[in-house]
């Protein structure tokens, strides 16, 4: 019996280090302009409204590297607009919209953190099943009252994807999205990039040829 309860929990412990180093992208919603899905966009603008430099520059290049391809060229805008050394900490969001329809593009793609939410969450030991104690298990039961477990935490961070149309301003598609836990932040980056530009691909925001 020792045997197979120290089994399961060297299993236990590699599904719980597993599901910790995976991070999960999720798709809440999605709303297009019906009239873009008739329209070729070929010259795209990524910008990540963030200020962390560093984050800007991972979500954008992995953006670019995924939506480019045959017909479609994708520009970061780190690249059309470099950040000056007296450039403020903060980025004025308007403003910075405005600079980017100054690019010559067709589409101007934007990503922003919106929300995060961090919560507590508890694990109880496992004792192995009921039986192996005897006495119709109860014995399994001694400590319920206090569990020496584990607190994790889990992590959530809520993103918003907007697509406007760079003559007119107007926005043309949106997707709200949710990542879990991510592990670092080229894990988080990776994902949102990879599950995002697919589904923007999907709904023929971006056609490649």
Known sequence: MKKHYNQFLILMAAVLILSACGTSTQILGVWQKPESKTIAYQKVLVASLTNNLTAQQKV????????SGPGVVVTKSLDAFPPSMDSKNSKDKDAFLKKLRTFDSDII?????????????YNRPYYGPWGWGGYWGYRGWYGGFYDPG?????????LE???FDSKSGDLIWSAQSRTSNPSSLDNFIEDYAKVIAQKMLQDGIIRQQ
């Open 150 to 158: 584990f607190v994790s935490m889990e992590k959530e961070y809520y």
């Open 109 to 121: 793609v934007t990503n922003a953190v919106v929300d995060k939410k961090t919560r507590q969450s």
């Open 161 to 163: 994807t907007n697509v």
């Open 60 to 67: 954008e290049s992995e953006l670019a590297a995924i939506l």
